[in-house]
Structure formats: C-alpha cells, structure tokens
C-alpha cells in the first residue's frame, strides 16, 4: 500500500531549489582587446556565481555590434544549441549586454532554456541583497521600469493557445491592461519611495553640520572592510559582488574631531540606467559628503577600468568634483600576483611609487597604499583623514575656539 498519507508528518513547504548551471555568451567589438573582453567575461561569471548559478561554458564572437534578432550570429547561435542539447544539466544562457524583448523570446524559442542579460541578473542580485524597505522599493521600481519596454516581447502566453483568430483583439487588449498595471505599480513605487526618501532627509537634517565622509568605488573594492576597520563596527562584508546595498553611515572620531563616515552601494560596469535612477537617493549620502574615500581594488588587472567606471557614475550624481582621496586597496594581493620573491625590497618599492605617481597624475588626487585585510598603513590613512577633517573644521567654524 502506498505510504501517501503520512499524518503527524510535518509538509515541506517552498519549491525545492537546486544548483542552476549557465552558459555565458558575449559580443566583442573590433575596439576591445581579447584582455578586456576576457575580463568583461570574468566579472560576468562573478555575478552568476554571486547569483548563485555554474558556469559551464563560455562562448564570445567578435561582431561589430550584436545581432538585432539572436545577439549573436547565427553559427555561433546553432554552436550553443548544440552544446545545451548535449549538457543536460544546463538550465540558463546570461547574455553580457541587455536584450530586447523580442530578442530574448527568439533565443528562448532556439535555445529552450531560461534567457538572462545582464542587466536582469544585476537586478536579480539586488532583489537578493535587499534588506531595508528602502532597498526592497529601489529595487522594485527598477525592476518594474526594466520589464515596461519588454512587455510585448515577454509577454507570448495567448500564442501557445489554438490558433489567433478571435484572440488577437483580447490579445491587444490584454498587454494593454498588463503595461497600465506596471505603470501603476511604478507610480505607486515612486510614490513610496519619496516618502522613505522624505524620512531619509530628515533624518540627515537631524545630524546637523556635522562633517561627512563616504566611502565610494567599485563593488567588491574592500569598502565594507575598510569601513569596519575604521568605525569598529559590523557592516557585512563578504567576497561578492553588491555584498552591501543600503547605506551604512557610522559615527567616527579622529583627534577629538567627530564626523560621520558613510559606505555606499558598490558601483560596476554597465550598471542598468534604471537602476542607477532608482539607487540616487541612496546615493545622495555622497553627494552630500564633504569628503570621498575612492577605494579601489589595486589588485585587479582592470582596476584603471574600474576608476574610471566609479568617475563617471558620480558625474552623473553630480558628485565628481568633491575632494576626494584614492585608497589602493589589496595591495598585499598586488604584491603576490605582480613581484617575484626575488626582486629586491627597492626595486618593489620604486615600482609602487611610480604606480602611485601615475595614478595621481592621471586622476588629479592624492592616492595611499593599503591592506584593508591585513591592516597594512590604516594608520597613514587616520593621519590624512585627521589632516583633511581639520581644514574641513577650520572652513565650518572659522570663529570658534577649537574645543574639539
């Protein structure tokens, strides 16, 4: 008899989730190098991993753009059906640019598997990270603006029914009811959202004219670290990518000198346009600073990419211009991955000064040398900080006695 009925037996609830293993595919243009194209591919598998998905293969073909219908050509297109029907395991294909919605219901129709871009795997992350009510709607809201314009080619459950004759007009009517539904929830969001960012700037009100600094740079840089190290606090830090969302601000003194120092939302190459929209008030923290700390990850074959990245996103917050310190982090990890141990203690030296001479030179700032990990120079960065906030002090209040 069948052991159906197990009573007393508690039901497990939830689907049963298992590891999901993907398949990478990427354009390269004739202007990048195989280097950049490969790395562009090595951040892309990072953020599968960080989803929680395998890798199993990787596959790029150089185009001059991607194609309109399938992104890429269509050889390369039957080369990656034929490995999926082969790897059976394989249950998703992440593209490294955005897809349209008539392009990804092509190549789910080619392929028969789940379609992900890049920008849908950022915003997957995101939903994952999210902690705050804040986050939660941020998020929400950009998922919601990224699905509008995709709608029609998303949207193809009438057409797996009989035929189209007499559902075309229901059809129509249908999306029709389906876009109002998102635009509604999009103001709803963007309703809310005011209101938490309403909360959010009142409560900055109520710190006064305190000093600020904000830790800024690209996710994974070590900023979370770093931010722990120097407040002695507890903000979650963990090797992946966008392990922080939420603003964490801390109170900190240096030299009897209070200020509140601020660790931002990582910023990452091609970051989704509605996703940088949606996180501005989050990021308003360092456009309001007075200070930033650009913390980089010095080890990073592409770290200079990844400079320039982090620059051109605060241009867009309007928050490039504000002084700002360039702290080299990893750069133990540097020294294990570009000296050789028997290069001399000198000869390594020299070669991180002229790194720091160039790096100043190109970005216009001061720039320090540190191992978040390892403590290495922390208190070389309290000196400059100290230094920093007491200009910051003497331009605030310049009539007072300093009694701080």
Known sequence: MSDNWQIGKEKKKGIRKGTEYAVLVAVASKDQT????????????????????????????????????????????????????????????????????????ILEEELKVKIIDRSSLILDIFAKRAQTAQAKTQVELAQMQYMLPRLRGLWTHLERQRGGIGMRGPGEQEIETDRRIVRDKISQLKTRLAKIDKQNLTQRKNRGDMIRVSLVGYTNAGKSTLMNLLTKSDVFAEDKLFATLDTTVRKMVIDRMPFLMSDTVGFIRKLPHHLVESFKSTLDEAKESDLLIHVVDVSHPMFEDHIATVNETLKDLGAFEKPTLMVLNKVDAYRSKYFDDLLEQETKDEILKTLQERLKNTWSCDNILISAKHKENIEILRNYLSKEIGKLYQERYPYKVKTW
């Open 34 to 105: 195989k280097e950049q194209a490969q790395e562009y591919l090595d951040e892309l598998e990072f953020l599968a991993e960080t989803a929680g998905a395998k890798t199993k293969k990787v596959f790029i073909q150089n185009l001059k753009h991607p194609d309109q219908r399938t992104y890429v050509g269509k050889g390369k297109l039957e080369e990656i059906a034929t490995y999926i029907e082969i790897d059976e395991d394989i249950n998703m294909v992440i593209f490294d640019d955005d897809l349209t919605g008539k392009q990804t219901s």
